[in-house]
């Protein structure tokens, strides 16, 4: 008799997460991609790794600093709206 898996409830996307994707797939359309996949082919970036990291999905440090070398970005550079945006609360 196998076992049923039960439906799991969908998490709630932290906002933050949701704000660095946002910026990540901003950051892509300005570098002149319309498709995520086209950018992780010429950057050698999984695909898979790319698009969860654009939904906000949890990823690695090391995730984020193969986007950010990408496009030639430093973290603090990257950061530095979200830093703006708590400043001025």
């Known amino acids: 008799m196998a076992l049923e898996k039960l439906p799991q409830p969908k998490k709630e996307l932290d906002p933050r997460m949701k704000a660095i994707g946002d910026k990540i797939q901003r950051l892509r359309i ?5 498709n995520y996949e086209h950018f992780a082919w010429d950057n050698e970036i999984g695909r898979m ?13 090391s995730s984020l600093f193969k986007i950010l070398d990408a496009h030639g970005i430093s973290p603090a550079d990257f950061f530095a709206e979200f830093t703006e945006a708590k400043e001025k609360k």
């Open 49 to 61: 790794q790319v698009w969860r990291m654009e939904q906000g999905s949890n990823f690695t440090v």
């Open 30 to 34: 300005e570098a002149g991609y319309t």
